[in-house]
């Protein structure tokens, strides 16, 4: 079946480190894969999305992409701030199915 | 203001009660969904709603039942909680054909 596996539970980083956050998927369909952000006391939203392999999304200084040859996909940011201490999280849709398969996310802690 | 609202933010109540939690979206979205999050930020779909169409999670307990009076709202009732009910739920919405998803805020649930 259709699955999304997300293996780091945790990363620490200090202000200005370089991000970086993978994600592995299984699928026979086409995928459209995404990054959602939850900050402390609020629900998942929507950081980027990559329907394309090999391109780019590009938001809030977090860039994405995916490689299909691997079957994985990526988030990072060159200099990450405290602001974006959260729970990152990777998801993908396939075909016209509206639901997304979630990875288990990733908890970014900066330190000051 | 346009988005997904949860009430309550936070509830607390003993193990054998019934407990409910209202969502309503604003978004003209005509799919809803509800999410339980544990506490390791796991997210797992339990019940996603669509023109009547209800589609339940097989892993989800039946004292759990979601109920909706129109399509902008979607309840979810708890016959009789249980202590590992205790999680944040997170309802959700979106739009046919469109991928993104938007999530309320989360109600907090502790079964003591």
């Known amino acids: 079946g259709d699955s999304v596996i997300q293996m780091q539970g945790q990363v620490t980083l200090s202000e200005n480190d370089f991000l970086f956050i993978n994600c592995t998927y299984s699928t026979t369909g086409y995928p459209t894969l995404f990054w959602y952000v939850q900050y402390s006391g609020e629900g998942p939203q929507l950081l980027l999305q990559v329907t394309t392999a090999n391109n780019k999304g590009s938001s809030r200084g977090f860039e994405a992409t995916y490689d299909k040859g691997t079957t994985s996909f990526h988030l990072q940011k060159t200099s990450v701030q405290e602001i974006d201490s959260a729970v990152y999280y990777c998801?993908?849709?396939?075909?016209?199915?509206?639901?997304?398969?979630w990875g288990s996310g990733t908890k970014l802690i900066i330190k000051p | 203001e346009t988005a997904v609202f949860q009430t309550p933010n936070y509830h607390v109540t003993q193990v054998g009660n019934e407990v409910s939690f209202n969502c309503k979206q604003t978004?003209?979205?005509?799919?809803m969904y509800w999410y339980k999050q544990d506490s390791k930020k796991l997210l797992k779909i339990m019940f996603s709603y669509n023109n009547k169409q209800l589609i339940v999670n097989e892993t989800v307990p039946r004292r759990f039942s979601p109920q909706s009076s129109d399509k902008a709202h979607l309840n979810l009732r708890i016959k009789s909680v249980e202590p590992e009910d205790s999680a944040v739920y997170l309802c959700a919405s979106s739009a046919r054909g469109n991928t993104e998803v938007f999530f309320g805020k989360g109600t907090r649930l502790t079964v003591v």
């Open positions: 978004l003209g979205h005509d799919t």
């Open positions: 998801a993908m849709r396939v075909d016209s199915n509206y639901q997304l398969i």
